[in-house]
């Protein structure tokens, strides 16, 4: 009698029913954030250390103030710099020279080394002069460029031009040279024209190896603009620094540098963007 009453006190099952299952917090996603955290969080802690020492050994004696200021010092003279204009008329000049010859580089880099990687008696026929022209350095041609072209803005910008080519030329040859053959054939097996083959095929496979030369000539376009406007310039980072450096404006000087390494930064950030852009479909795989 007792089972009984038991039984029917409790409420009768409904099996149609089924008990609301629990969000559980995937451990992966855990983990992903946390190493995401840390690559954040490990360039920063560098960067933060580094920074804090140029502030504290100046001000410790541990090398001379005069000569290298503490880094508040330097903020201070860039803000000024950016308040009075000056930063922004030496930055637009630089800007402007190393952006239309490492526009110029690309646009005859990359067809000129996808000709020579795709088609050997091109390749047979330019060689021996890109092994000449390759191993000499740009700032060993200054000179020359400013003997032929004159002191002023061409001869710049056609430094910057050379300097930049060869990066993204030789980048391109080998993107080209070392896409897999199974993709090429397996195209041409579907009856594809050279030319989507090229679209379709070539260049998307060639595009990280392109963009690594092309990461490498932004980061050669402003070292070698910067070197060339030390000489011969009225306006540019290089004169900024050159000038600061002869007036012995140390701060000032210090102050183009640290501008020159953020364009960098910048220059570096943005291609990168770019390459991941067009490398979306790799993702996909």
């Given at each position: ?11 009768a099952?409904?099996?149609h ?6 969000p ?11 190493r995401?955290?840390?690559r954040?969080?490990k360039?920063?802690?560098?960067i ?11 001000r410790?004696g ?13 903020v ?11 930063l922004?008329?030496?930055l ?14 690309v646009?005859?880099a990359?067809?000129?080394?996808v ?16 092994e ?13 460029f ?14 910057v ?6 990066p ?19 195209a041409?097996?579907?009856?594809i024209?050279p ?18 030369g ?12 910067v ?26 000087m ?7 390494a ?13 390459e991941r ?9």
């Amino acid at each position: 009698m007792a089972d009984l009453t038991l039984s029917a006190t409790r409420p009768a099952a409904r099996p149609h029913e089924e008990p609301a299952a629990r969000p559980v917090a995937s451990p992966d996603l855990g983990r992903r954030a946390g190493r995401l955290a840390w690559r954040v969080v490990k360039p920063t802690i560098a960067i933060v250390t580094f920074l804090a020492l140029w502030e504290f050994a100046p001000r410790a004696g541990l090398v001379d103030e005069v000569f290298l200021p503490p880094f508040s010092e330097v903020v201070a003279a860039l803000r000024d710099l950016i308040a009075n204009g000056q930063l922004a008329e030496h930055l637009s000049a630089s800007l402007s020279r190393a952006l239309i010859g490492f526009a110029v580089a690309v646009l005859i880099a990359v067809p000129l080394g996808v000709a020579i990687g795709w088609w050997r008696p091109v390749a047979d026929f330019l060689n021996p002069v890109l092994e000449v022209f390759r191993n000499t350095a740009a700032l060993a041609l200054l000179p020359v460029f400013v003997l032929i072209l004159g002191i002023g803005e061409t001869s710049k910008i056609a430094l910057v031009i050379y300097a930049c080519t060869f990066p993204i030329l030789l980048n391109t040859i080998s993107g080209v040279r070392t896409v897999d053959p199974l993709l090429v054939k397996s195209a041409r097996s579907l009856g594809i024209s050279p030319i989507r083959l090229f679209q379709k095929v070539i260049l998307p496979a060639s595009v990280p190896t392109i963009f690594t030369g092309i990461r490498m000539a932004a980061a050669a376009s402003i070292l070698v603009l910067v070197a060339a406007e030390m000489v011969g310039a009225k306006a540019g980072l290089g004169y900024l620094i050159t000038a600061s450096q002869l007036n012995f404006q140390i701060p000032n000087m210090y102050a183009g540098i640290v501008a020159i390494a953020l364009v960098g930064l910048v220059f570096n950030g943005v291609l990168v963007a770019i390459e991941r852009r067009l490398s979306r479909w790799r993702a996909t795989n």
